[in-house]
């Protein structure tokens, strides 16, 4: 299952010199499920042609309002109605203009006035252009009327200057996308993920690690964002890409990741703890490298404590997520994590079968909670089993806030 699955998406497409990056999008919204139709200003199709974006889309390209058509439709309106939401990257300042004051003199800004479904804007321009007190008042005013802006890149621009201003990469634009599009489960809420295997130092360059490869705990953050939380990740790996919107706390030891989810916990809602913490710790760690002088090395190892156990005793109105990876006995074992630790949901999840577990692409997983029969959940791709845990525990949320 995509992310977009069977979502209409019309793409408003102006005379920017970022257009090209809106031929990369196409294809990533349609990669995601999604149907997408264009509409270009003349400006635009003047940068990139509209037959590449034909080529893209897969659909016709609507440039002019007063072109023959091959059948008859009041075309601005129908493509209205058949948006489930209108995408417009890059949006020039004339553009947001337009829509700002209310002008519908072409075939995009027509259709932006007739449609229900809801706006994006991407604007992208000359950073001058972008803090010109009337742009912003301009995108403040759209904003008022519930249109909703993708914030500019900072960095270099085509024109030779450096600031904000640029049309952000297609995935960021994707992602608000799928946000826009997502139902809301976790707006307002506050959600901490732990991810990752974390390094216990033995000496300077030595440490005890796990396999774990933090892609489950990278693809709940990326849901719960999606969900339209406020995501902190306290990450024991720097080997992934960050989701958007989604702020990033690495960490290397059990103590620091502890201490990392200790400082929000109060003001955090939902707490899932994907990570792979070390039980055990040297207890010495050397100053310097430890040379091979002796025959046999022993490392004596002081427990850690279990970040995840002191938070289920101090919890107050916080839902709690907790991962059991297991080899045998998942259920049993499981449950009794679940009701030691006093969770929400346990994730449980046998690593000894194939395509479950650390360094996969996809998962296993059976969710258990402490009112309900468990839930086994089909072999899926991470993101589809962190969609599901996501929505389970806005449930959970939910029911406690009632
Ligand atoms: N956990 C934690 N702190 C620890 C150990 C584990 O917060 N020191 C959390 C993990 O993030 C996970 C859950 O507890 O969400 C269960 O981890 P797991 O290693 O399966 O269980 P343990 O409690 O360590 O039990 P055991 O290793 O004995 O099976």
Not at 94 to 102: E, F
Not at 188 to 205: F, H, K, L, N, Q
Not at 245 to 268: G, H, R
Request: glycine content about 6%; charged content about 25%; some cysteine.
């Amino acid at each position: 299952m995509n992310r977009l699955d069977g979502k209409h998406i019309l793409l408003g497409v102006t005379g920017g010199i970022s257009v090209y990056k809106a031929l990369d999008l196409v294809r990533k919204l349609r990669k995601e499920g999604a149907q997408v139709r264009v509409i270009m200003t003349q400006n635009a199709t003047r940068i990139v042609s509209a037959l590449a974006f034909r080529e893209l889309s897969g659909e016709p390209v609507y440039v002019d309002m007063w072109a023959e058509v091959t059948h008859w439709n009041v075309e601005h309106i129908a493509l209205a109605n058949w948006a489930d939401l209108f995408l417009i990257a890059p949006a020039t300042a004339n553009c947001i203009g337009k829509i700002a004051g209310g002008i519908a003199d072409d075939m995009l800004t027509t259709t932006v006035m007739a449609t229900q479904a809801p706006v994006l804007l991407a604007p992208a321009m000359n950073t001058n252009m972008f803090a010109n007190p009337i742009v912003q008042e301009n995108l403040e005013r759209l904003r008022r009327h519930g249109y909703r802006i993708i914030e500019p890149d900072a960095g270099e621009m085509a024109c030779g200057t450096c600031g904000k201003g640029r049309l952000p990469e297609p995935a960021r634009i994707l992602f608000a996308v799928e946000q826009a599009l997502s139902e809301h489960l976790l707006a307002g809420a506050r959600v901490v993920v732990t991810a990752g295997g974390t390094r216990e130092p033995i000496d300077p360059v030595r440490f005890i690690g796990n396999r774990s490869s933090g892609k489950m705990g990278y693809a709940l953050a990326r849901a719960a964002a999606r969900q339209g939380a406020k995501v902190t990740l306290v990450s024991a790996t720097d080997k992934l890409e960050v989701p958007p919107e989604v702020e990033i706390v690495y960490v290397t030891s059990a103590l620091e990741m502890k201490a990392a989810v200790d400082a929000v916990f109060a003001d955090t809602d939902i707490v899932i703890k994907a990570a792979a913490v070390a039980d055990y710790r040297p207890d010495l760690v050397a100053d310097q490298k430890i040379k091979k002088s002796q025959e046999q090395l022993q490392l004596t190892l002081t427990k850690n404590p279990d970040i995840l156990y002191e938070l289920g005793q101090r919890k107050t109105h916080q839902v709690l997520v907790g991962f059991a990876a297991e080899t045998q006995n998942l259920i049993a074992h499981g449950t009794e994590k679940l009701q030691r630790k006093n969770l929400d949901i346990l994730v449980a999840n046998d690593v000894s079968q194939p395509g479950a577990g650390f360094n996969t692409e996809t998962n296993i997983v059976t969710l258990l909670y402490p009112d309900r029969e468990p839930e086994a959940l089909a072999r899926m791709d991470k993101q589809e089993v962190a969609e599901r845990i996501v929505r389970r525990a806005a449930e959970c949320r939910s029911r406690l806030h009632k």
